[in-house]
């Protein structure tokens, strides 16, 4: 992405640097069940270029951050149907959900009416609605990759991994769009200082349970998750108590559904306890 940005005229760089970092943010919004800052993020994509001494762009308003939405969707479903195919109808579904509780009340009824129209199986479903796509396409697009982010009905990999991956794309696109220098780009958090905030808010001790990368457990890289996103938006001196606290709750939350898993996993069968009962012999003929 950096590569193929340095190539374009500093306006078009920032325009798309900031369409992707919104399109994620968007998705997360979604995904953390935030309906103001969706509505307000799906307001800015299409305020953008009426800014003072914005460059003119030629293309439709939501053109890039519906790609960069749609892009995520299309890594969701390669990621699924390795496995299995996903039908289109699972989808719509999955969307229609997030759209009835989370989308704008301005763009809810059309958006509902659109994914209504999807057809079922598995032929390529047009979430971006052509090339004149705008903010009802954007609310589409962006459900259906919330959905399938979310976990996608158990399908996809852990949702906070998912949800760092989307914010650090989120961060990097936000830095290209500043022009900030690669040196000064905080796209992505170390184990280290990660598992030091940990220690922060807990002790060294309970730090030291998280083991190293090839020993790690789907819950444990969540955890470390969870901290990797805080840190990549605050500082960890700039923490709050309010914050710290939030965080603890969210760490819980992952070994909570951790132990349920567990328990699930490892349910020892029913079996019967007590005397073994002895079968009946049948008494000797008398001769």
Not at 81 to 99: H, M, Q, S, W, Y
Request: aromatic fraction near 4%.
């Amino acid at each position: 992405m950096n590569d193929a940005m340095g190539q374009l005229p500093r306006p078009i760089t920032e325009r798309r640097g900031r369409m992707s970092g919104m399109a994620m943010r968007a998705i997360i919004a979604l995904i953390d069940e935030e309906p103001d800052t969706f509505a307000a993020l799906v307001e800015r994509v299409g305020s953008w270029d009426d800014d003072p001494g914005r460059t003119a762009y030629p293309l439709p308003r939501y053109e890039f951050a519906l790609q960069e939405a749609a892009r995520i969707v299309n890594d969701a479903f390669t990621a699924i149907e390795e496995r299995k195919p996903l039908p289109n109808e699972v989808v719509t579904e999955g969307a229609r959900g997030i759209v009835e509780r989370l989308a704008p009340e301005e763009y809810r009824a059309e958006a509902l009416a659109k994914l209504a129209e999807f057809p079922p199986g598995t032929e390529p479903m047009d979430l971006v609605g052509g090339e004149e796509g705008g903010p009802v396409a954007f609310v589409i697009t962006t459900a259906a990759a919330a959905w399938l982010c979310g976990g996608a009905g158990g399908r996809m990999a852990t949702l906070e991994n998912i949800r760092l991956m989307l914010l650090q794309q989120a961060r990097q696109a936000e830095s290209i769009a500043t022009g900030a220098p690669e040196r000064e780009q905080v796209n992505k958090i170390s184990d280290d200082d990660a598992l030091a905030l940990l220690a922060d808010l807990y002790d060294e001790d309970y730090a030291r349970l998280i083991p190293g990368p090839r020993q790690r457990g789907p819950w444990e890289w969540d955890m470390l998750a969870v901290l990797k996103a805080h840190l990549l938006e605050t500082p960890a001196d700039a923490t709050t108590p309010e914050q710290r606290q939030e965080l603890k709750k969210k760490l819980l939350t992952v070994l909570q559904a951790a132990a349920a898993t567990q328990t699930k996993a490892t349910k020892p069968s029913v079996r019967p306890v007590g005397k073994r009962v002895q079968p009946k012999r049948k008494p000797k003929r008398k001769r």
